[in-house]
T-cell receptor, first 111, second 112 residues
Framework: LAKTTQPISMDSYEGQEVNITCSHN???????ITWYQQFPSQGPRFIIQ???TKVTNEVASLFIPADRKSSTLSLPRVSLSDTAVYYC????????????FGKGTRLHILP | DAGVIQSPRHEVTEMGQEVTLRCKPI?????LFWYRQTMMRGLELLIY????????DSGMPEDRFSAKMPNASFSTLKIQPSEPRDSAVYFC??????????FGPGTRLTVL
């Protein structure tokens, strides 16, 4: 299982774009990159998933460079409600395999 | 669909007592996961099932923990006997093959 490294915490202000980078140097060929969001007192929730280049949905964008050794979750124009822990996970989604949640990045949005 | 359902939402018990946590996965999902979350250790995978069969229980802390999935719509996580260090939030999640995991609201367990 590829190990991921991401910042422990980040602060930003309402209205700003927030970029959270995750490092996964030993990502395997079949591995996908998935991000989850966890609000206090709730379980994690899927945000976005990608394999290469760029993926965008209504919540976020995911940028993956050609070497796939890192990825960046981009949250446009954050609000106070985006305060949460964000987890980056790497794994082969085509296998019935477990995925490992790291410590995540605690994002704190300030007014 | 109501999503993943867990019960109870809160449990307070005394050391030595048996605790049973329950989970109803989303209908049609074939994989089920049990996690434990604490401030110190983060989110830990305890065990997961695929088509009701336990696949990997290497995360189960010790013999005091056991999990069952008698059918596709129900799973239990049992702790016997419970200890104060078992205090945590326990999450259940379910998924389709190659799909995202859907988490339940969690059970907050306090062992006094």
């Amino acid at each position: 299982l590829a190990k991921t490294t991401q910042p422990i915490s980040m602060d930003s202000y309402e209205g700003q774009e927030v970029n959270i980078t995750c490092s996964h140097n030993n990502i395997a060929t079949n591995d996908y990159i998935t991000w989850y969001q966890q609000f206090p007192s709730q379980g994690p929730r899927f945000i976005i998933q990608g394999y290469k280049t760029k993926v965008t949905n209504e919540v976020a964008s995911l940028f993956i460079p050609a070497d796939r050794k890192s990825s960046t979750l981009s949250l446009p124009r954050v609000s106070l409600s985006d305060t949460a822990v964000y987890y980056c996970l790497v794994g082969d989604i085509n296998r019935d395999d477990k995925i490992i949640f790291g410590k995540g990045t605690r994002l704190h949005i300030l007014p | 669909d109501a999503g993943v359902i867990q019960s109870p939402r809160h449990e307070v018990t005394e050391m030595g007592q048996e605790v049973t946590l329950r989970c109803k996965p989303i209908s049609g999902h074939n994989s089920l996961f049990w996690y434990r979350q604490t401030m110190m250790r983060g989110l830990e995978l305890l065990i997961y099932f695929n088509n009701n069969v336990p696949i990997d229980d290497s995360g189960m802390p010790e013999d005091r923990f056991s999990a069952k999935m008698p059918n596709a719509s129900f799973s239990t996580l049992k702790i016997q006997p419970s200890e104060p260090r078992d205090s945590a939030v326990y999450f259940c999640a379910s998924t389709l093959p190659r799909g995202e995991q859907f988490f339940g609201p969690g059970t907050r367990l306090t062992v006094l």
